[in-house]
């Protein structure tokens, strides 16, 4: 079984840079969703709502991201 820590090796033998790639996706996911849920506030959405729904797509871009799904 894969673990999460698990590190792949390229084709020259070297360890792939994962955790690079996470933070990367983390904040380019959360900009995403930032973006919209901001539009949302200013149509009149909870704030509250439009923050839950940014660490959600965030979290689902990592999950994603971690298990090769995009």
Request: net charge positive; hydrophobic share 50%; glycine share 12%.
């Given at each position: 079984?894969?673990?999460f820590c698990?590190?792949?090796?390229?084709?020259n033998?070297?360890?792939?840079?994962?955790?690079?790639?996470?933070?990367?996706?983390?904040?380019?996911?959360?900009?995403?969703?930032g973006?919209?849920?901001?539009?949302?506030?200013?149509?009149?959405?909870?704030?509250?709502?439009?923050?839950?729904?940014?660490?959600?797509?965030?979290?689902?871009?990592?999950?994603?991201?971690r298990f090769?799904?995009?």
């Amino acid at each position: 079984m894969v673990g999460f820590c698990h590190r792949s090796r390229g084709k020259n033998g070297s360890l792939d840079n994962t955790d690079r790639d996470l933070a990367t996706a983390a904040v380019t996911a959360a900009l995403g969703a930032g973006v919209v849920t901001s539009f949302a506030v200013s149509r009149g959405q909870n704030p509250l709502v439009a923050l839950a729904i940014t660490v959600f797509a965030a979290g689902v871009a990592l999950i994603c991201d971690r298990f090769g799904l995009i």
